[in-house]
Structure formats: structure tokens, C-alpha cells
């Protein structure tokens, strides 16, 4: 792998953008013999750029900047203006560095951004190591009556030019013909490392600053369905599926565009619905008995039991926060029950639910009780119908009804 240098032919100095420095790139090599051909040579520029003034960092370290803004805001301001988020923030940068560095006023340095480029969105890739190039772009201030609108507008046209496939071959072949001079490979790489920290270190005057954004990872399809672990010998061939849940509307966060339509398709190839807990009251008591349960072996004390009057007002609870709600009250109620406490009753609860209690029908909490009760009799007799209703004192044809009402297979 080797990290390459390329000028440009043409870079900020048009009519329209006033006079700007002189187009670099910084490319590392992946796939770069696959689009290779020659170019005429050109020389490199080192016109400089404005410098931050500020304490010097020791060698080898740096400093990053990280900015956080809602989203959905930006995507607004973005639309818009018809422009991409990245050139918004591009122009963002370059303007504030003019107004708080250069005080608004004219300068005779340009303010330049380092703007990495993944190439991946533009060639095709077979490994995962990087492939990027670095573009400059920026703004000469000389008219102090410049407004934000022309200068978003002067930087989305310079990223349109630059950011070109045809512009960023022409300096992938440039660079693996220099790497091809005969010369370049019998210097020994000790001269080497010492003359490529000498090139970096004069072309570091020609920007400012370094924007990073994230880009997007292209995949070929022979690809997909494999994965090289850190410090692996080689890729691996997968076959996963995803498994995804959200208490979310999903239909309307993307029509509020706060959740991606093509990663929503993705992922909806099965779609359950699992209906809320206080629409699905005949679950509450097993998973009343689960929690309970492991609360107490959790806690390393006997078995507790819920009074009737404890088990009405859980099954009359509307729990807003779903089962984790349940689960969070009978872990409460354990840890602050005494010790000597054989059951749980409803003043215990009272203390812990914070919401409003409602009271289930006769009818309705005759159902639930008698649908765990059953199911609890088919797990004990390990689904045997036949000692089940001898147990219960029933015919086996009432149990297999009952089961049926109940939509238990």
C-alpha cells in the first residue's frame, strides 16, 4: 500500500470563484491499476492557504473537532437550499473561519478544507482497506460584501467540478505512473519516508483545515455474504438474518423522514406485530409467575406469592412502559418486601405503581385466571390432555374446548 500526492490541472483559480489555490489529493492505492492509463505530467502546487494560529501538538497527534446539530433541522436548511448536507457544511465551515478568524474583512490567503472522498462510491473495490482521495476546496475573501447564499453557491459548484469520476481517474492514473518511474524504486525507503514527510509537510500549508465526513461503503455482490475478523487469516462466508424490534411507528417516522424508507424495506421482509401488554391482558399472569421467580432466586430468598387482591391490581394496571414495566415493579416489590414475607400484597404494589388502576369485568378476569390456570396444568403433565383432566376433574373434551377459546394449540 502506498499513499500518493496529485496536484490537479485545474483547481480554484476560475473566473466565477475568484482566485483560489491550486487542487491536491492524497490517495491511498487499492484498485488503482484497474483504471490506469497515461496522463502528461504536471507539477505540483503549494500556493498557500490561511493558517490557524494556535500551540503546536506534539508529533504524531492531532486534534479533532466534533460537531453535533439535530438532523432532521439540517435536512430541512439543507433541502432548502437544494444542496447535500456536506456541501452545507463545507460552506458552514469556510465562513465561519472568515468571519471569527479574518473578522469578515478581505484576506490575501484563501480559507481551504481538507475534504476527503470515498472512491468506493465511484469504483469498485475488492477489499475493505482504504480508498479515498482528498480534494481541496475553499474561498478568497476579497469582497467583504460577500453573502453566505453566493459563497454556499461558489463552494457547491467547486464540489460538483472536482468530485467528478473522470477527474478522479485522471488522478488515480497519475499517481500509479509515478509510482511505475524506476528511478522512485531503487531509492531506498529510508530516503523515501524522509522526502515524503518533507512533500506532506509543504503541502500542509495549502489548507486549513480538515472536514471529515462518513460515505458510503459499496459492497460487491460476491461479497455480501462474507466477513474478515480482526486479526483473521482470510474472509469467512456468513449466513445471518437480522432481527429487529422498535416501539415506534415506523410508517410515520418515515414520513417524517426520521427513519430511512430503504433500510425500513430491508429489514420488513417478516413483519410481527406484537400487540402492547395492556391489549394482551391474559399474559400477565405467567409472566407475573416468570419475573416473580427470578426475582426471588435473583435475590436468593424463598418463593413468593401474590395476594388475590395484589394479582387483581396487576392485571387492572395499564403499564405504559410494556413488560419491562411489569418486570421493574415485581423486582421492586421483592427487594422491598420483608424478609420474612411469604406474600405480596396489594399495599406493597400501591407503593411502586405510579399510574391509574383500572378494573378489569368479572367475566374477563374468570377468563385469564382460568387460561393460566390450564396452560399451567399442560406444562406440569408435559402436555398430556388425558392426565390433565383426570387432575382437573374435568371431561378431556372440556379441556381441548377451552383450549380452542383460548387460541392455545
Not at 8 to 35: C, H, I, R
Not at 169 to 194: A, D, G, H, M, T
Request: proline share 5%; glycine share 4%; with cysteine.
Amino acid at each position: 500500500m502506498g499513499v500518493y500526492l496529485n496536484p490537479g490541472n485545474d483547481g480554484f483559480w476560475k473566473a466565477e470563484d475568484e482566485k483560489t489555490p491550486m487542487e491536491q489529493e492524497f490517495s491511498v492505492v487499492d484498485s488503482y491499476l484497474e483504471n490506469y492509463r497515461e496522463v502528461p505530467r504536471r507539477r505540483y502546487s503549494s500556493h498557500p492557504a490561511y493558517r490557524l494560529e494556535g500551540n503546536y501538538l506534539p508529533l504524531g497527534t492531532g486534534q479533532v473537532l466534533h460537531g453535533y446539530v439535530n438532523t432532521n433541522e439540517l435536512k430541512k436548511v439543507c433541502h432548502g437550499y437544494g444542496v447535500s448536507i456536506t456541501k452545507y457544511l463545507a460552506a458552514v465551515l469556510v465562513w465561519s473561519i472568515w468571519q471569527e478568524y479574518l473578522d469578515g474583512k478581505p484576506w490575501t490567503e484563501p480559507v481551504v478544507l481538507n475534504l476527503p472522498i470515498n472512491l468506493r462510491a465511484f469504483f469498485a473495490s475488492e477489499t475493505m482497506a482504504n480508498f479515498f482521495a482528498v480534494t481541496m476546496i475553499g474561498h478568497l475573501f476579497r469582497n467583504p460584501d460577500i453573502s453566505f447564499e453566493t459563497l454556499l453557491g461558489k463552494i457547491s459548484r467547486q464540489m460538483d467540478r472536482k468530485i467528478d469520476k473522470k477527474r478522479l481517474e485522471e488522478s488515480i492514473s497519475y499517481n500509479v505512473s509515478r509510482e511505475k518511474k524506476w528511478y522512485l524504486r531503487v531509492i531506498p525507503l529510508v530516503l523515501k519516508s524522509l522526502a515524503l514527510n518533507l512533500v506532506f509537510w509543504m503541502k500542509d500549508r495549502a489548507y486549513t483545515m480538515t472536514l471529515s465526513n462518513i460515505g458510503v461503503i459499496k459492497v460487491e455482490p460476491e461479497q455480501e455474504k462474507e466477513i474478515e475478523r480482526v486479526g483473521g487469516s482470510g474472509p469467512r462466508e456468513v449466513d445471518v438474518r437480522i432481527i429487529a424490534a422498535t416501539n415506534r411507528d415506523l410508517n410515520e417516522a418515515m414520513n417524517m423522514e426520521e427513519f430511512r424508507r430503504d433500510l425500513y424495506h430491508r429489514l420488513a421482509v417478516l413483519k410481527i406485530h406484537i400487540p402492547p401488554l395492556r391489549e394482551r391482558r391474559e399474559d400477565i399472569p405467567e409472566l407475573c409467575s416468570l419475573f416473580l421467580e427470578q426475582c426471588c432466586r435473583k435475590s436468593n430468598r424463598p418463593r413468593l406469592n401474590f395476594s388475590p387482591e395484589a394479582h387483581l391490581m396487576l392485571l387492572g394496571y395499564s403499564y405504559p412502559g410494556n413488560i419491562r414495566e411489569l418486570e421493574s415493579i415485581i423486582e421492586q416489590a421483592v427487594n422491598s418486601a420483608p424478609i420474612d414475607c411469604a406474600e405480596l400484597d396489594s399495599e406493597t404494589l400501591a407503593s411502586i405503581i405510579d399510574g391509574e388502576l383500572h378494573c378489569i369485568s368479572l367475566a374477563n378476569f374468570r377468563e385469564i385466571q382460568e387460561r393460566w390456570f390450564i396452560q399451567q396444568a399442560i406444562k406440569l403433565y408435559n402436555g398430556d390432555i388425558q392426565a390433565c383432566s383426570k387432575a382437573l376433574d374435568v371431561h378431556p373434551r372440556t379441556i381441548r374446548r377451552r383450549l380452542s377459546s383460548f387460541n392455545i394449540d
